[in-house]
């Protein structure tokens, strides 16, 4: 929306010979509302305010959560107050045994007895929890749990729960200030956009490593997103002193194209270089079980109330039940949906990274005929995405619900548990 309204303001200016706003008004991000209201009148204006409210509630909320989301969950349940402390990934949370499925994480571990070995049903089908579901649904309040199993894990993240709203209501009530502070600094939103690219750049690569490279440890994403960072900042500095003004200028000439070019790229190379090299002297691996045990510990993550294997119930259903599963298997079962990220992937890198840049770079001033196809290109595309913004999520959700309602049909365990458990109260 502000692409096609900055293409419509450049329009309009060169109507009329003149620019309509001063640069601090642009700076302020009055294009849009003026262009909602020259074309559409004042109910474009209430129609942008219901859009941007609609926007900042939506995006706000979202905020709120993940913060309060990774001061409960990643920083308190991990680190300050865990269920079982001392725990390795490998061993069960509810006893402290190790499970059926884990991957040991060193190769040459001797084999386990059965009493070493997790003997706890699962929660699926416990007839305990599916009493205490029933008080839960109930409305009730402080519930005691019934199940000697899981009751203390779900009184945990009750726990939990409550200080995450308490959380939600002090991060809400701490971006007043903090609004106020970046209000009173007199950062402009177009900088913050500009500039956040190259300020984020450092942390692309780290991040991929995590995911797609084994031999990639904790030490080595820190210090190549730290040395990336410092070494963006840096270009980014030093690039902008070479305009008119230097840093004295500092908003204007720090937003230039190659002071974010320099930053940008400074920051991938050496958070790339940084990362790899540290990652190399780093790593414990030696063998490939070592980087199977790697992997393993991905699928050690788990939630004992709502295990992964029941989240991917449906995939693992292709497999036969007594084949281990390993990193292997799932990319195997999710090959479909691997193979479809990487074809978007490219298919975007190649628009956006190749095609788009090449052509806007072969070209030095716009005819009039290559500005229509331009502003013609932008209509299309905004609105397929505007259609797949709008239908695709309720579409979703429809296919998921209808999917979980087949599955529920198709599994009668909880069922028989549920009715055996109303025969014994």
Same mark, same amino acid.
């Given at each position: 929306?502000?692409? $096609? ?19 601090? @008004? ?11 209201? !020259?074309?559409?009148?004042? =109910? ?32 308190? /349940? ?12 490998? #061993?069960?949370?509810?006893?402290? *045994?190790? /499970? ?11 084999? /386990? ?13 416990? #007839? ?8 839960? &649904?109930?409305?009730?309040? !402080? ?10 894990? !779900? ?47 450092? %942390? ?19 210090? =190549? ?16 002193? *070479?305009?008119?003004? =230097?840093?004295?200028? %500092?908003?204007?000439?720090?937003? &230039?194209?190659?002071? #974010?070019?320099? =930053? ?44 992964? !294997?029941?989240?991917? &119930? ?15 298997? $799932? ?6 949906? /691997? ?12 628009? %956006? ?17 290559? %500005? ?6 932008? &209509? ?16 979703? @959700? ?6 979980? *309602?087949?599955?529920?049909?198709? *599994? ?14």
């Amino acid at each position: 929306m502000s692409l $096609m309204s900055a293409m419509t303001y450049i329009s309009m200016g060169f109507q009329n010979g003149t620019h309509t706003l001063t640069d601090a @008004e642009i700076d302020a991000g009055i294009i849009t509302p003026m262009i909602m209201q !020259r074309v559409m009148g004042v =109910g474009g204006g209430y129609l942008l305010i219901t859009m941007i409210t609609m926007a900042l509630m939506s995006t706000g909320s979202g905020e709120v959560m993940a913060v309060s989301s990774i001061l409960v969950y990643d920083i308190y /349940k991990v680190y300050i107050n865990p269920f079982r402390k001392n725990t390795h990934s490998t #061993l069960c949370l509810l006893c402290g *045994r190790g /499970k059926t499925d884990a991957v040991p994480m060193v190769s040459n571990t001797s084999k /386990k007895t059965d009493d070493d070995i997790c003997q706890c049903p699962s929660s699926l089908a416990c #007839l305990h929890c599916v009493g205490d579901i029933k008080l839960r &649904q109930e409305g009730s309040h !402080r519930i005691i749990y019934s199940c000697p199993t899981h009751g203390l894990y !779900r009184h945990y993240e009750d726990i939990l729960l409550r200080y995450k709203s308490w959380c939600i209501m002090w991060v809400v009530l701490l971006i007043i200030p903090y609004g106020l502070v970046i209000l009173s600094t007199g950062v402009d939103l177009n900088w913050v956009v500009m500039t956040s690219q190259s300020i984020m750049s450092p %942390f692309l690569i780290p991040l991929l490593l995590t995911i797609t490279w084994s031999k990639s440890t904790a030490s080595a994403t820190i210090a =190549g997103s730290v040395c990336g960072l410092v070494g963006s900042i840096t270009a980014n500095l030093i690039a902008a002193s *070479r305009y008119e003004g =230097g840093l004295s200028n %500092f908003m204007v000439n720090t937003a &230039q194209d190659y002071s #974010l070019l320099a =930053g940008l790229c400074t920051g991938l190379l050496v958070s790339t270089i940084v990362t790899i090299v540290t990652s190399l002297c780093t790593n414990q691996i030696r063998t490939d079980g070592d980087s199977e045990a790697v992997w393993a510990k991905t699928l050690s993550i788990d939630n004992p109330l709502n295990p992964w !294997r029941a989240i991917y &119930q449906e995939e693992l259903d292709e497999i036969g039940a007594d084949i281990k599963i390993d990193s292997s298997v $799932m990319s195997k079962i999710l090959h479909r949906a /691997k193979l479809t990220a990487y074809i978007a992937c490219s298919i975007g890198f190649v628009i %956006f990274i190749v095609i788009i840049p090449s052509i806007m770079l072969g070209i030095d001033i716009l005819s009039f005929a290559q %500005f229509s196809g331009w502003i013609k290109f932008c &209509q299309i595309w905004c609105m397929i995405s505007a259609v797949f913004v709008v239908v695709a999520p309720p579409v979703e @959700e429809v296919l998921q619900i209808k999917r979980r *309602r087949s599955q529920n049909t198709k *599994r009668p365990v909880n069922k028989r548990a549920s009715d055996n458990l109303d025969t014994q109260f």
